[in-house]
């Protein structure tokens, strides 16, 4: 069974960090592009950053460039998302989600085969 948990949400100051982790199981990394996508309550789903099977590529959202890193841990099967500088506008459900192309979907949501449950970033102004 595939799973995608995400974790390192929570609740902080504009222009503080945070570090997100999406830990696969059922499936590898060296098979799946994982992307990161956020949803905040009345908007619509959008795609933040994603990277590739050998996390040699990535890309980014011009709403996070320069503010967001994305990296994989290929090893321990997780991919992360470094979160610093940020917003209010940043407050919304961050899920992480897997496709088994070569990248052909980037921040597209609808080529995502698996996703997680989501966590919950929240930023105070």
């Known amino acids: 069974e595939v799973q995608l948990v995400e974790s390192g949400g929570g609740l902080v100051q504009a222009g503080g960090s945070l570090r997100l982790s999406c830990a696969a199981s059922?499936?590898?990394?060296?098979?799946?592009?994982i992307g990161w996508f956020r949803q905040a309550p009345g908007k619509e789903r959008e795609g933040v950053s994603w990277i590739s099977r050998t996390g040699g590529f990535t890309d980014y959202a011009d709403f996070v460039k320069g503010r967001f890193t994305i990296s994989s841990d290929n090893a321990k099967n997780t991919v992360y998302l470094q979160m610093n500088n940020l917003k209010p506008d940043d407050t919304a459900l961050y899920y992480c989600?897997?496709?088994?192309?070569?990248?052909?979907?980037?921040?597209?949501?609808?080529?995502?085969?698996?996703w997680g449950q989501g966590t919950q970033v929240t930023v105070s102004s």
């Open positions: 989600a897997a496709e088994p192309t070569w990248g052909h979907y980037g921040l597209r949501a609808a080529g995502y085969d698996y």
């Open positions: 059922g499936l590898s990394l060296d098979d799946y592009v």
